[in-house]
């Protein structure tokens, strides 16, 4: 074996092994969270287009649906998002994606937006001045 080859398989090696650790994980999850809204608040605000794409944003989802439970004493109603990846991601990633959504959702319906970094003080240039 000449000795590029030997390093070419070496390079092949490493590759394996780093796509190894970053295996795709399952293409679907779910996250729940209690929710103090009445169900119908609930379905409402997650059938508004624009609403559910602000609280489905940067995840990559093929498809997402709600599941509302029973009242959770002085919780809430317990809220379920179950979504289905468009594209995989690696390990929990999938269950992560989804407790982001349901967050976003419990949020908003509990306070009326979806909280966001905007205009938070920070070192940066151009902090406190309004994205375009």
């Given at each position: 074996m000449s000795p590029d080859a030997s390093s070419a398989r070496s390079v092949a090696d490493k590759a394996r092994q780093a796509i190894a650790k970053v295996r795709?994980?399952?293409?679907?999850?779910?996250?729940?969270?209690?929710?103090?809204?009445?169900?119908?608040d609930i379905r409402a605000r997650w059938d508004e287009p624009q609403l559910r794409a602000a609280v489905l944003e940067g995840i990559p989802v093929r498809d997402a649906s709600l599941d509302i439970g029973e009242e959770d004493g002085d919780w809430g109603r317990t809220v379920t998002v179950h979504l289905a990846?468009?594209?995989?991601?690696?390990?929990?990633?999938?269950?992560?994606?989804a407790g982001k959504a349901v967050r976003r959702l419990k949020a908003?319906?509990?306070?009326?937006?979806?909280?966001n970094t905007d205009f938070n003080p920070s070192a940066r240039p151009g902090a406190g001045e309004r994205a375009s």
């Amino acid at each position: 074996m000449s000795p590029d080859a030997s390093s070419a398989r070496s390079v092949a090696d490493k590759a394996r092994q780093a796509i190894a650790k970053v295996r795709p994980g399952p293409l679907e999850g779910r996250r729940a969270l209690p929710i103090r809204r009445a169900p119908e608040d609930i379905r409402a605000r997650w059938d508004e287009p624009q609403l559910r794409a602000a609280v489905l944003e940067g995840i990559p989802v093929r498809d997402a649906s709600l599941d509302i439970g029973e009242e959770d004493g002085d919780w809430g109603r317990t809220v379920t998002v179950h979504l289905a990846l468009s594209a995989p991601v690696p390990g929990a990633a999938a269950q992560t994606l989804a407790g982001k959504a349901v967050r976003r959702l419990k949020a908003l319906c509990e306070t009326g937006e979806i909280p966001n970094t905007d205009f938070n003080p920070s070192a940066r240039p151009g902090a406190g001045e309004r994205a375009s």
